[in-house]
Nanobody, 118 residues
Framework: VQLVESGGELVQPGESLRLSCVASGTIFGINNMGWYRQTPGKQREWIADIITSGMRTNYSEAVKGRFTISRDYSKNAVYLQMNSLKPEDTAVYYC????????????WGQGTLVTVSS
């Protein structure tokens, strides 16, 4: 099973960006999916997740109101729409998911770099 993120790039403050993450492999089910981010010297930070049961979404205070997480169940994908980007949003963004193969396990993507700078 692999999680592959894409969409990271250099943007200016105030602009928008959409990250994608697709899970591939022998998958029998996907539970929660989420996004984290990390900057050098800091711990990985949870920013958003989408809970399968009830289709509930959750956001950290740092991104609430600016970022939107969504899923495409047919594609085993999760997306992060990021609006009104700020320089402090600069980080490597990671996708996370609980996936059922022969058992439930937690998986991480390799990360995609988002740089917000003028």
């Amino acid at each position: 099973v692999q999680l592959v993120e894409s969409g990271g790039e250099l943007v200016q403050p105030g602009e928008s960006l959409r990250l994608s993450c697709v899970a591939s492999g022998t998958i029998f089910g996907i539970n929660n999916m989420g996004w984290y981010r990390q900057t050098p010297g800091k711990q990985r930070e949870w920013i958003a997740d989408i809970i399968t049961s009830g289709m509930r979404t959750n956001y950290s205070e740092a991104v609430k109101g600016r970022f939107t997480i969504s899923r495409d169940y047919s594609k085993n994908a999760v997306y992060l729409q990021m609006n009104s980007l700020k320089p402090e949003d600069t980080a490597v963004y990671y996708c996370n998911a609980r996936i059922l193969t022969t058992r439930w396990d937690e998986y991480w993507g390799q990360g995609t770099l988002v740089t917000v700078s003028s």
